[in-house]
């Protein structure tokens, strides 16, 4: 079938051209030749290029970045919802922005590499997305980070949601860390060791809190009081190439720490208990992109189980003044999940499906199912457009749900590539 | 386990720990060109290894984190600059937590700088023109001078790091560049045959042959840098062609070729898939013998 569509599509227009009509011909002519296409671009690049530099190298032509400014990009992530009951949308919106994403990059430094994020969104206003000093020049082959960044707990939450292959986070983890994934303010130090022969990491941070701050919650005092209180994960990458094509990731991950729970009441003017929680999980990638058919051709089996680890009882002055009455505070433990596969079917187009599983601690555990598929076309490798269709089966007898989410995502400037 | 086995075994390992491989520099490379030139340079003097193949799109490889532990232990980084490898170095550089492979690192070579430059833009460029290297044509390696260039450039650096085989690195280029000069005379009939002549490219990428040849370059497949062909554009092109009786479409072996058969088959023009670097055919494992093939089949094309 794509052999006939691909036919059609390339016939359509040089057959129809070639029938040979002199006024057709000038105008093919004027777009092979006249307008700016890579002919016409280099004629000009000839032109510009005078016989006193034709022989200069590089570096005698001088620095590239003589002001020694940070590369600075923007990522631009715009969401269409046309789901049939209304906009699946936060604030409502059919047609949003999702989010701007400002990056400046560069050395500090001969010691420092800084990294900076700032989020800009109609819902959130401004917001540090990321701002992190990375130290490069640590013995041992260390690296350490000191400031906000991605938490490395799992293996989608360390990508940007704007790069995901799918719109959205997998309900997992929007349900256990946040709908924008998790991030952490403090410190974050690996090591890439390979004692067996294979690549692995071992990354562990201590951070301010497991999560962001909850609006509006007031706890007796703050979860970080004590050290205990902070969020520390940890996680160890284990990645083997199983051929020049093909290769897996197979990862384990945590992360602890005190947070703020909703008790869904006020008593002595708290409306919050301070509760560790604990999300322990693995993940697991299989890639496959043949080297000389890359540009056509790859494959990504993906999947990830998680599991939220809570007190299995309430809180003793939650128990005794609730009663029977449920409460907001999770309690026991909370399991959830997804598998994500996506195939490219030509240079520029991927198809990709995932299922979603989770016991939902926001529904009392309810068990949720979702099930979606994508079509994602990149004209180029700074643009991206996404439709994506999905079934969404809250469970515990609420009516399921169909979404349809447009997205459209560009990106201006020296965007840093995103972590394999 | 006797205590003579013991002995021997000691004494071996203590003679490999002595041995001259134990003190080769490690030199990881992007491309299998650079590597090739870096081999023959160093000689057994380096440990060479490439990240890329020549079969594989240099623009795109993926950042896999085997690579990661080629270039922890590095000596060397040799890269061919330009932004060629801009969307997988960083993460590489990064991940391997090696100083001396970072930029402004002892190791850290961007080989371009060595390099005279082709399609430098002297005005702005953006994105609306496709791909295009804002600091230079990078396919460089494709000019046999250029090959001279960077043998050049890692006979100083690998004399700056093993100052104690200068002499051996010295006598390695020399060896080098007779054999490319030797091979340059020997092709001197097909470049006659190849001047001036017409033909279609796919990328970009031929621009230095191009201008080592003197063949002349009258379209290209991609409408612009890195865009894949269009309906219109295939329709002016296959005009192009028939002015200007072009007579073969060069492309990489890493692009589909369906389309360049298309035209082929509106104006009879050839398709001849020439590998871009060492390693694009199984034949090609040195760069000498990858200009010659290339060089040869060109020739042979344009009659």
């Given at each position: 079938?794509?052999?006939?569509?691909?036919?059609?599509?390339?016939?359509?227009?040089?057959?129809?051209?070639?029938?040979?009509?002199?006024?057709?011909?000038?105008?093919?002519?004027?777009?092979?030749?006249?307008?700016?296409?890579?002919?016409?671009?280099?004629?000009?690049?000839?032109?510009?290029?005078?016989?006193?530099?034709?022989?200069?190298?590089?570096?005698?032509?001088?620095?590239?970045?003589?002001?020694?400014?940070?590369?600075?990009?923007?990522?631009?992530?715009?969401?269409?919802?046309?789901?049939?009951?209304?906009?699946?949308?936060?604030?409502?919106?059919?047609?949003?922005?999702?989010?701007?994403?400002?990056?400046?990059?560069?050395?500090?430094?001969?010691?420092?590499?800084?990294?900076?994020?700032?989020?800009?969104?109609?819902?959130?206003?401004?917001?540090?997305?990321?701002?992190?000093?990375?130290?490069?020049?640590?013995?041992?082959?260390?690296?350490?980070?000191?400031?906000?960044?991605?938490?490395?707990?799992?293996?989608?939450?360390?990508?940007?949601?704007?790069?995901?292959?799918?719109?959205?986070?997998?309900?997992?983890?929007?349900?256990?860390?946040?709908?924008?994934?998790?991030?952490?303010?403090?410190?974050y130090l690996s090591r890439v060791i390979a004692p067996f022969g294979f690549y692995q990491e071992i990354i562990a941070t201590a951070v301010d809190r497991f999560g962001e701050a909850p609006e509006g919650?007031?706890?007796?005092?703050?979860?970080?009081?004590?050290?205990?209180?902070?969020?520390?994960?940890?996680?160890?990458?284990?990645?083997?190439?199983?051929?020049?094509?093909?290769?897996?990731?197979?990862?384990?991950?945590?992360?602890?720490?005190?947070?703020?729970?909703?008790?869904?009441?006020?008593?002595?003017?708290?409306?919050?208990?301070?509760?560790?929680?604990?999300?322990?999980?693995?993940?697991?990638?299989?890639?496959?992109?043949?080297?000389?058919?890359?540009?056509?051709?790859?494959?990504?089996?993906?999947?990830?189980?998680?599991?939220?680890?809570?007190?299995?009882?309430?809180?003793?002055?939650?128990?005794?003044?609730?009663?029977?009455?449920?409460?907001?505070?999770?309690?026991?433990?909370?399991?959830?999940?997804?598998?994500?596969?996506?195939?490219?079917?030509?240079?520029?187009?991927?198809?990709?499906?995932?299922?979603?599983?989770?016991?939902?601690?926001?529904?009392?555990?309810?068990?949720?199912?979702?099930?979606?598929?994508?079509?994602?076309?990149?004209?180029?490798?700074?643009?991206?457009?996404?439709?994506?269709?999905?079934?969404?089966?809250?469970?515990?007898?609420?009516?399921?749900?169909?979404?349809?989410?447009?997205?459209?995502?560009?990106?201006?400037?020296?965007?840093?590539?995103?972590?394999? | 386990?006797?205590?003579?086995?013991?002995?021997?075994?000691?004494?071996?390992?203590?003679?490999?720990?002595?041995?001259?491989?134990?003190?080769?520099?490690?030199?990881?490379?992007?491309?299998?060109?650079?590597?090739?030139?870096?081999?023959?340079?160093?000689?057994?003097?380096?440990?060479?290894?490439?990240?890329?193949?020549?079969?594989?799109?240099?623009?795109?490889?993926?950042?896999?984190?085997?690579?990661?532990?080629?270039?922890?232990?590095?000596?060397?980084?040799?890269?061919?600059?330009?932004?060629?490898?801009?969307?997988?170095?960083?993460?590489?550089?990064?991940?391997?937590?090696?100083?001396?492979?970072?930029?402004?690192?002892?190791?850290?070579?961007?080989?371009?700088?060595?390099?005279?430059?082709?399609?430098?833009?002297?005005?702005?460029?953006?994105?609306?023109?496709?791909?295009?290297?804002?600091?230079?044509?990078?396919?460089?390696?494709?000019?046999?001078?250029?090959?001279?260039?960077?043998?050049?450039?890692?006979?100083?650096?690998?004399?700056?790091?093993?100052?104690?085989?200068?002499?051996?690195?010295?006598?390695?280029?020399?060896?080098?560049?007779?054999?490319?000069?030797?091979?340059?005379?020997?092709?001197?009939?097909?470049?006659?045959?190849?001047?001036?002549?017409?033909?279609?490219?796919?990328?970009?990428?031929?621009?230095?042959?191009?201008?080592?040849?003197?063949?002349?370059?009258?379209?290209?497949?991609?409408?612009?840098?890195?865009?894949?062909?269009?309906?219109?554009?295939?329709?002016?092109?296959?005009?192009?062609?028939?002015?200007?009786?072009?007579?073969?479409?060069?492309?990489?072996?890493?692009?589909?070729?369906?389309?360049?058969?298309?035209?082929?088959?509106?104006?009879?023009?050839?398709?001849?898939?020439?590998?871009?670097?060492?390693?694009?055919?199984?034949?090609?494992?040195?760069?000498?013998?990858?200009?010659?093939?290339?060089?040869?089949?060109?020739?042979?094309?344009?009659?």
């Open positions: 079938m794509r052999r006939y569509l691909l036919c059609a599509a390339l016939l359509a227009t040089p057959v129809a051209a070639i029938a040979q009509s002199p006024q057709r011909d000038s105008v093919a002519r004027a777009d092979s030749i006249a307008r700016a296409d890579s002919i016409a671009i280099v004629r000009e690049l000839e032109g510009q290029q005078t016989r006193d530099t034709t022989d200069r190298t590089a570096a005698q032509a001088g620095p590239v970045n003589a002001r020694l400014l940070p590369d600075i990009s923007v990522v631009g992530d715009m969401i269409a919802d046309f789901s049939p009951k209304g906009s699946t949308q936060e604030g409502g919106q059919r047609f949003g922005i999702r989010e701007v994403e400002i990056a400046l990059q560069a050395a500090v430094d001969p010691y420092f590499r800084g990294d900076v994020f700032i989020g800009l969104s109609d819902e959130e206003g401004a917001a540090i997305e990321q701002a992190y000093l990375t130290a490069t020049e640590l013995p041992g082959q260390f690296e350490a980070r000191l400031g906000r960044f991605l938490m490395p707990v799992g293996k989608q939450i360390t990508t940007h949601r704007h790069a995901l292959h799918t719109i959205e986070f997998p309900y997992a983890i929007q349900s256990y860390f946040g709908p924008e994934g998790l991030k952490g303010t403090g410190v919650l007031i706890s007796s005092e703050l979860p970080n009081k004590t050290l205990k209180g902070l969020g520390y994960s940890a996680r160890l990458r284990n990645y083997w190439d199983l051929s020049e094509a093909a290769n897996i990731e197979l990862s384990f991950s945590g992360i602890t720490g005190v947070r703020e729970q909703e008790i869904g009441f006020e008593v002595d003017g708290f409306t919050a208990a301070n509760r560790r929680q604990s999300v322990i999980g693995t993940d697991f990638t299989y890639r496959w992109r043949p080297l000389q058919q890359g540009l056509y051709k790859s494959f990504i089996l993906q999947a990830e189980l998680m599991q939220q680890r809570n007190p299995s009882s309430l809180p003793r002055f939650v128990e005794s003044l609730s009663g029977d009455e449920a409460s907001l505070v999770p309690v026991g433990n909370f399991t959830g999940g997804y598998a994500f596969t996506r195939y490219q079917t030509s240079r520029r187009t991927f198809l990709g499906a995932r299922f979603d599983f989770l016991d939902d601690p926001a529904r009392n555990g309810a068990n949720t199912r979702a099930a979606s598929g994508y079509m994602e076309f990149f004209p180029s490798e700074f643009s991206k457009l996404v439709a994506g269709f999905e079934r969404y089966m809250p469970g515990a007898g609420d009516k399921a749900l169909n979404r349809v989410i447009l997205q459209a995502t560009f990106a201006l400037g020296p965007h840093k590539p995103h972590p394999f | 386990m006797s205590t003579t086995k013991f002995l021997l075994i000691a004494a071996g390992s203590l003679a490999l720990y002595a041995s001259p491989a134990v003190a080769q520099l490690k030199v990881v490379t992007s491309t299998t060109d650079l590597a090739d030139i870096a081999s023959e340079v160093g000689g057994n003097r380096i440990n060479v290894r490439h990240i890329g193949e020549g079969y594989q799109d240099p623009h795109f490889i993926e950042a896999k984190p085997s690579f990661v532990l080629q270039l922890r232990n590095a000596d060397v980084w040799a890269f061919v600059g330009l932004d060629l490898e801009a969307g997988w170095m960083p993460l590489l550089l990064d991940g391997a937590r090696n100083q001396k492979i970072r930029r402004g690192g002892s190791g850290y070579v961007d080989v371009s700088r060595a390099i005279p430059l082709l399609d430098v833009p002297r005005s702005g460029v953006d994105r609306s023109q496709g791909d295009v290297h804002a600091l230079g044509n990078p396919h460089y390696w494709l000019d046999p001078s250029n090959g001279r260039r960077i043998a050049q450039l890692f006979k100083a650096k690998f004399t700056e790091l093993d100052p104690k085989n200068a002499a051996a690195y010295d006598a390695n280029l020399k060896a080098f560049e007779a054999k490319l000069a030797a091979a340059e005379r020997s092709w001197q009939p097909q470049l006659a045959a190849i001047r001036g002549k017409p033909v279609v490219a796919w990328h970009t990428s031929w621009r230095y042959l191009a201008n080592y040849t003197k063949m002349n370059i009258v379209g290209f497949m991609e409408p612009k840098p890195g865009v894949p062909p269009s309906p219109s554009h295939l329709a002016g092109l296959i005009q192009t062609i028939k002015r200007t009786g072009a007579k073969v479409i060069i492309m990489e072996p890493f692009y589909a070729r369906k389309t360049a058969d298309f035209v082929a088959s509106r104006t009879g023009i050839k398709v001849l898939i020439l590998p871009p670097s060492v390693g694009g055919e199984r034949a090609l494992t040195d760069y000498v013998q990858l200009l010659k093939s290339d060089i040869g089949k060109l020739a042979a094309a344009v009659q």
